[in-house]
């Protein structure tokens, strides 16, 4: 009687899902940052990019668990 030939195990959840919320944190921040350093307010830039950069990150997050679901 033959073994069962092994099936390859499925991948697991993609690392750019996994730093997507995180980097769009920090990346987000200091864009923000920074165009608020150049129009007048630091503080409200570095706020409003960190929520921009959630945003995104939460996009690709979401993208990445789609493509997880996907793999067979």
Do not use: H, K, N, Y
Request: hydrophobic share 55%; no cysteine.
């Amino acid at each position: 009687m033959t073994q069962p030939t092994p099936q390859p195990r499925p991948r697991g959840f993609p690392i750019w899902g996994t730093l997507a919320i995180p980097g769009g944190l920090l990346w987000g921040t200091a864009l923000g940052a920074l165009a608020g350093l150049l129009f007048g307010s630091l503080a409200i830039g570095a706020l409003i990019g960190a929520g921009l950069g959630i945003g995104i990150g939460l996009t690709l997050f979401a993208a990445a668990i789609v493509i997880a679901s996907d793999r067979r």
